[in-house]
């Protein structure tokens, strides 16, 4: 198979292009990203292009699934319209561009509390990004709603520390299902989905996450 990945340089899609580079099954790995990655492989094809310029790039969005991790914090992108360009916008470009080269997998990682009709702008973007996705009619879509994620390096700090509240909090029997999710776990889950053959549209949320990264059935 070919994947296709948009988000390559964020944590969890380090760990998500790692695992495809090692995984048999894929033949090749297509990235498209801002910057160079560090990666060297043979297997690996990296595609350096500028997302506010969708036409110059959107021909070369051809393979056998389309992973989505693309995202940022309104911190670091500085205002709520910036954000919706990348974790709305820059995504649903490429989602477009794989849908009309006839990609027929898409597998997109959301959040936990994704609603269109949400007041809270982050869960409202989500859940736009999620409804637009669905209406593109892939063969297939898998949408992950992790809650906390477990990154190896970051620098936000609110959510290093709510990982930690939320590990005491399971020490002590509570939140179970919602205990902090390694980046490597999800990475792992996004790949069994798509080596499952169907026509489908899924959500997996959560704790279900884990269970799907070792079992691989929707």
Not at 21 to 37: A, C, G, M, Y
Not at 70 to 84: D, F, H, M, V, Y
Not at 196 to 201: E, G, L
Request: proline share 3%.
């Amino acid at each position: 198979m070919k994947a296709l990945v948009i988000g390559a340089t964020g944590a969890t899609g380090k760990d998500l292009v790692t695992q495809l580079l090692s995984d048999p099954d894929f033949k090749e790995v297509d990235v498209f990203v801002r910057k160079p990655v560090t990666i060297q492989n043979p297997k690996l094809k990296t595609h350096i292009v500028d997302f506010e310029k969708p036409d110059e790039w959107k021909d070369l969005v051809k393979g056998d699934v389309a992973f989505s991790c693309l995202g940022t914090t309104l911190k670091t992108a500085g205002s709520k319209e910036a954000q919706r360009k990348v974790d709305y916008d820059y995504q649903y470009n490429f989602a477009k561009s794989a849908r009309e080269n006839n990609v027929e997998d898409y597998v997109l990682v959301s959040s936990y509390g994704a609603d269109s009709k949400s007041k809270i702008f982050y869960s409202k973007m989500k859940g736009d990004l999620e409804q637009s996705v669905k209406a593109l009619h892939f063969n297939k879509i898998t949408i992950f709603q992790p809650g906390m994620l477990e990154r190896k390096e970051t620098e936000r700090m609110g959510e290093v520390l709510g990982g930690k509240i939320i590990k005491l909090a399971n020490k002590l029997g509570m939140f179970k299902s919602q205990k902090p999710l390694p980046t490597k776990v999800l990475a792992k889950a996004m790949i069994n989905s798509s080596k499952i053959k169907s026509n489908s549209y899924s959500k997996i949320k959560l704790g279900s996450i884990f269970s799907f990264a070792e079992k691989g059935k929707l």
